[in-house]
Nanobody, 126 residues
Framework: VQLVESGGGSVKAGGSLRLSCATS????????MGWFRRSPGKEREGVAY???????NYADSVKGRFTISKDNAKDTLYLQMDSLKPEDTAMYYC?????????????????????WGQGTQVTVSS
């Protein structure tokens, strides 16, 4: 599975960015996809997930501000980030897990993802 992120950049607090992740995942019938982030000195954090049925779930830290979606016609995953805060500064990665053995939906947050993009930097200044 190929995953190529784009759309990162620098923005002031309160601003918005949209990340894109071009994928080749439409070939697979069941999957979880997610957006993760890592900032210096912190552990990697899963921020948003979507499954092949279109169900989504979010980390509490971004709920109400970030929206994950997938355009199946373009085979592209998105992360719309609004009301950005300086603490959202991180490298953002999209990832995929194929044929999750324990179901979809909220369970997507529990898997070890085995396909990763190269990442895109998001910097939010105060």
């Amino acid at each position: 599975v190929q995953l190529v992120e784009s759309g990162g950049g620098s923005v002031k607090a309160g601003g918005s960015l949209r990340l894109s992740c071009a994928t080749s995942i439409n070939s697979y019938s069941r999957y979880c996809m997610g957006w993760f982030r890592r900032s210096p000195g912190k552990e990697r954090e899963g921020v948003a997930y979507i499954d092949s049925d279109g169900k989504t779930n979010y980390a509490d830290s971004v709920k109400g501000r970030f929206t994950i979606s997938k355009d199946n016609a373009k085979d592209t995953l998105y992360l719309q980030m609004d009301s950005l805060k300086p603490e959202d500064t991180a490298m953002y990665y999209c990832a995929a897990h194929l044929y999750p053995p324990h179901g979809l939906g909220p369970t997507c947050a529990l898997y070890d993802y085995n396909y990763w993009g190269q990442g895109t930097q998001v910097t939010v200044s105060s």
